[in-house]
């Protein structure tokens, strides 16, 4: 049974804090800013951070069902105040978890549960963002991460064939395109094929 142990570990803004992220507003629209107002204003931009841990995230659908992000554990935070929370406790009460903050946001537009792919979810804290991959599949065959080609195992071969793709445009086959999602990021990129590398010599 999966137990909400972030739900209870939440630490409020301090004051000072507070008064920084407050600072963001308080530059008049029309004024001409100084280069050390620029600098402080990059300053407390810089101050947020947002990850994401799927680890009991449900990460693949078939077709029809519906998107379910409560095992999804966000770690957000601005400066040095951390908060950790799960995806069953999106909205009122998560913003709460987070100091009422409305800079915080998930964006699931890309989800589409009517066809086959794989989509990437954001998640945005003030100017930070981490991002996520769920798979939708029909159900004809089994997703084996980093298969590219879709030969039942993951080797050089499937690095080569996803290399391949990516510079050529040289199609994968349905299943190739959501196995070759190695990171489960949402998109296929250089960083699958390094790590569908750096599997295949852990091998050895």
């Given at each position: 049974?999966?137990?909400?142990?972030?739900?209870?570990?939440t630490v409020p803004l301090t004051c000072a804090?507070?008064?920084?992220?407050?600072?963001?507003?308080?530059?008049?629209?029309?004024?001409?800013?100084?280069?050390?107002?620029?600098?402080?204003?990059?300053?407390?931009?810089?101050?947020?951070?947002?990850?994401?841990?799927?680890?009991?995230?449900?990460?693949?659908?078939?077709?029809?069902?519906?998107?379910?992000?409560?095992?999804?554990?966000?770690?957000?935070?601005?400066?040095?105040?951390?908060?950790?929370?799960?995806?069953?406790?999106?909205?009122?009460?998560?913003?709460?978890?987070?100091?009422?903050?409305?800079?915080?946001?998930?964006?699931?537009?890309?989800?589409?549960?009517?066809?086959?792919?794989?989509?990437?979810?954001?998640?945005?804290?003030?100017?930070?963002?981490?991002?996520?991959?769920?798979?939708?599949?029909?159900?004809?065959?089994?997703?084996?991460?980093?298969?590219?080609?879709?030969?039942?195992?993951?080797?050089?071969?499937?690095?080569?064939?996803?290399?391949?793709?990516?510079?050529?445009?040289?199609?994968?086959?349905?299943?190739?395109?959501?196995?070759?999602?190695?990171?489960?990021?949402?998109?296929?990129?250089?960083?699958?094929?390094?790590?569908?590398?750096?599997?295949?010599?852990?091998?050895?």
């Amino acid at each position: 049974m999966k137990q909400n142990f972030f739900r209870n570990i939440t630490v409020p803004l301090t004051c000072a804090a507070l008064a920084l992220h407050a600072g963001l507003a308080a530059f008049p629209v029309n004024a001409v800013e100084t280069d050390e107002a620029i600098a402080e204003k990059q300053y407390m931009y810089d101050q947020y951070h947002v990850s994401v841990s799927t680890t009991e995230a449900k990460l693949e659908y078939l077709l029809g069902e519906e998107l379910d992000l409560s095992g999804v554990c966000i770690f957000a935070g601005f400066g040095m105040n951390d908060y950790s929370v799960l995806g069953d406790i999106f909205g009122d009460e998560l913003l709460s978890h987070l100091g009422g903050s409305s800079e915080f946001s998930v964006d699931t537009s890309a989800f589409d549960n009517t066809k086959m792919g794989i989509y990437p979810i954001h998640v945005y804290f003030g100017k930070a963002m981490d991002t996520f991959g769920v798979i939708v599949t029909d159900g004809t065959d089994t997703v084996i991460q980093g298969d590219a080609n879709c030969d039942d195992s993951v080797d050089i071969l499937d690095a080569l064939a996803l290399n391949k793709n990516l510079l050529t445009g040289e199609k994968l086959s349905e299943y190739g395109t959501l196995n070759g999602d190695m990171n489960r990021d949402g998109r296929l990129d250089s960083a699958d094929v390094l790590d569908i590398l750096k599997y295949t010599i852990q091998l050895f």
